[in-house]
């Protein structure tokens, strides 16, 4: 099978090969660049949500027997913003199947910047006084002092993604 991935972020091409090997499925995986169709900073939910769908959608057109779009971002509940991820597989057969993962609120000291109109990997750095942290640990990485880190959340949505696609397909 070959699976694409819509990123060449390797905390989304890491998480989709964790969970390859995590149940035991031989694929060969091909990350690319793919538009996400929404803007740099996710600021819903529903935002968030259209550009995992809108990535798996156009990778899927690279010609692969499925692609996986995966898309951070922030939404506002009881005027805090959270941290949110989703992810999407659309499989050649012209099936979608979606799943959500983890959710943490945010410091205010991320907020205000996000208000502002910055994006969370530049913040998360400068927060964290590290570079890059949106390719491996993430935002939740240093938010949750390491327990849980991007690859392995956006790995479990990936789970989802793929026990879906299963339990549609016998
Ligand atoms: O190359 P792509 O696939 O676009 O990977 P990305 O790291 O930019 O990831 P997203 O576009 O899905 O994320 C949207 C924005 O939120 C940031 N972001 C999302 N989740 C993050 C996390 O856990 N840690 C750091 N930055 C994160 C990211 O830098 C973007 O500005
Ligand atoms: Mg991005």
Known sequence: MKLCVASTNPAK?????????????????KGQAADSGVSAQPFSIEETRSGAINRARHALLSGCDAAIGLEGGVFELEGKL?????????????AVYI????????????????????????????FARETGIRHHKGAIG?????????????????????????????
Not at 82 to 94: F, H, K, V
Not at 143 to 169: P, Y
Request: negative net charge.
């Open 99 to 126: 799943a959500g993962g983890a959710q943490v609120p945010l410091p205010a000291e991320i907020e205000k910047h996000l208000r502002a109109g910055e994006e969370l990997g530049p913040v998360m750095d400068r």
């Open 82 to 94: 959270y941290l949110c991820n989703w992810g999407a597989i659309a499989t050649a057969e012209g």
């Open 13 to 29: 091409t890491g998480a989709v090969a964790s969970a390859l090997e995590k149940l035991g499925i031989q694929a060969e995986i």
């Open 142 to 170: 240093i938010l949750t002092a390491g327990k849980l880190n991007r690859v392995e959340l956006f790995s479990q949505i990936v789970i989802l993604l793929l026990g879906q696609w299963q339990a549609n397909s016998d």
